[in-house]
């Protein structure tokens, strides 16, 4: 089994920023992508930003140029810098990560964490 754990959540007034942090542990062989959903009240849960193995990257039309995801590939961590937030940024964030226990691929979630972003 695999477990992602998130930190980094928390209140911030619009304008602000705040770093999520996710920590992959269990019976990782491979890690293929790393990203972020997020998940507002009443809404469905959307990709926020994904790191696929490669340096490629992926980010919402909403967050460009205000949020940056990054990997530590020696840690199987992920990180999400969020900038100049908006109070629609508010929502649950997830971290999201595709693995292998050397025999099978799966999708992976952490338990999420609030952001709360006030005008």
């Known amino acids: 089994q695999v477990q992602l754990v998130e930190s980094g959540g928390g209140l911030v007034q619009a304008g602000g920023s705040l770093r999520l942090s996710c920590a992959a542990s269990?019976?990782?062989?491979?890690?293929?992508?790393m990203g972020w959903y997020r998940q507002a009240p009443g809404k469905e849960r959307e990709l926020v930003a994904a790191d696929i193995s490669g340096g490629s990257t992926d980010y919402a039309d909403s967050v460009k140029g205000r949020f940056t995801i990054s990997r530590d590939n020696a840690k199987n961590m992920v990180y999400l810098q969020m900038n100049s937030l908006k109070p629609e940024d508010t929502a649950v964030y997830y971290c999201?990560?595709?693995?292998?226990?050397?025999?099978?691929?799966?999708?992976?979630w952490g338990q999420g964490t609030q952001v709360t972003v006030s005008s």
């Open positions: 269990g019976s990782i062989f491979s890690i293929d992508a």
């Open positions: 999201n990560a595709h693995c292998s226990d050397g025999y099978d691929w799966d999708d992976y």
